[in-house]
């Protein structure tokens, strides 16, 4: 069987894409290939374009709607037959047509243990929050934001001397382990969108914990 194409979307440094790509190419359960970025210089862009992936451009600025783009995207990745989609550090909304047309094949990291701390200034928010343990969800798409169905998450301690920063590095080292096993079981299709849930064949989700 050919594996599933995969396509990354991102906006900026690419780590996670990196991440997926050393541990696709090793274990070949689907084929990065496509990395498309909304910012023209996204340094996993040079990042995709040096491992031998098409890096495409979209950037979104010259777009006059939010619909404009993702139409635009969507026949990016239909063109080039993607079967699967990840969102890796990817700071744009979808809209609600595009998350339908991509519905199961769609998903998104988000460094918290959702549903604590959605949207942005997540690792603020989890300090502020005075939350012990934070961690990593990847989770299907849907159109509402950062809440679809989780496929996995990693926990990591927060240290009384946290800044978002040193809490951010930590949460980071996790998603790069967590996102290549979360993606390989939507590709080996363990795990589907089964109306608002996600169902799993076998061994159900994906949960790692980590020390410090
Ligand atoms: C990650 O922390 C991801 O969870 C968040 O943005 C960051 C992207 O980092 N949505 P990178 O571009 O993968 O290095």
Same mark, same amino acid.
């Given at each position: 069987m050919t594996?599933?194409?995969v396509a990354i979307l991102i906006s900026g440094r690419g780590s996670n894409l990196a991440a997926l790509i050393e541990d696709a190419e090793a274990e070949r359960y689907c084929e990065i290939a496509l990395v498309i970025s909304n910012r023209p210089n996204a340094p996993g862009l040079a990042l995709a374009a040096g491992r031998g992936i098409e890096a495409l451009t979209l950037d979104h600025k010259t777009f006059?709607?939010?619909e404009a783009f993702d139409a635009a995207l969507d026949a990016a990745l239909r063109a080039r037959k993607i079967d699967v989609v990840? #969102? /890796?550090g990817f700071m744009r909304i979808l809209s609600g047509g595009f998350v339908a047309r991509w519905l199961g094949r769609l998903i998104n990291i988000h460094p918290s243990l959702l549903p604590a701390f959605p949207g942005v200034k997540v690792h603020e928010q989890a300090l502020a929050a005075k939350v012990k343990v934070s961690g990593a969800t990847i989770h299907f798409v849907v159109p509402e934001l950062d809440s679809g169905?989780?496929?996995?998450?990693?926990?990591?301690?927060?240290?009384?001397?946290?800044t978002p920063e040193? #809490? /951010?590095a930590r949460v980071l080292e996790a998603e790069h382990k967590l996102y290549p096993l979360c993606l390989r079981m939507v590709c080996e299709k363990r795990v589907r969108l089964e109306s608002s849930r996600a169902a799993f064949a076998a061994n159900g989700?994906?949960?790692l914990g980590f020390g410090d």
């Open positions: 594996p599933p194409r006059a709607t939010r990840a #969102l /890796a169905p989780i496929i996995g998450q990693a926990s990591v301690p927060v240290h009384p001397h946290d040193t #809490l /951010a989700p994906v949960i």
